[in-house]
């Protein structure tokens, strides 16, 4: 069964840093992604990361999040620095099959296996 655990999260004053973590298996050929959704507030895709490593951000994140895999392709990150009030919100790990190359794994596309989520905090 496809399970995605989440670690990580907390609070953090404005300026710092968290490091989210996602506990993944067998997703050598899946894209895999961040997003959060704020109270109140739609889900936004934050980072998305291809079986190739290719990666791509929201420009509210671009230069201080960069998300990751670890080599075996186990684990997802999310290094959040410069954090600021508005990066509050439950924030998820999601994957779903990268179903060709030319599939850039867009976080606007319907991905199908998500975390359970973890609170983010920033005050200012």
């Known amino acids: 069964q496809v399970e995605l655990v989440q670690s990580g999260g907390g609070s953090v004053q404005a300026g710092g840093s968290l490091r989210l973590s996602c506990a993944a298996s067998g997703y050598r050929n899946y894209c895999m992604g961040w997003f959060r959704q704020a109270p109140g507030r739609e889900r936004e895709g934050v980072a998305r990361?291809?079986?190739?490593?290719?990666?791509d951000y929201a420009d509210s994140v671009k230069g201080r999040f960069t998300i990751s895999k670890d080599n075996a392709g186990n684990t997802l990150y999310l290094q959040m620095n410069s954090l600021k009030p508005e990066d509050t919100g439950t924030y998820y790990c999601?994957?779903?099959?990268?179903?060709?190359?030319?599939?850039?794994?867009?976080?606007?596309?319907?991905?199908?296996?998500w975390g359970q989520g973890t609170q983010v905090t920033v005050s200012s």
């Open positions: 999601a994957a779903r099959v990268r179903v060709s190359t030319w599939d850039i794994c867009s976080m606007r596309s319907e991905y199908r296996y």
């Open positions: 990361i291809d079986n190739a490593g290719n990666t």
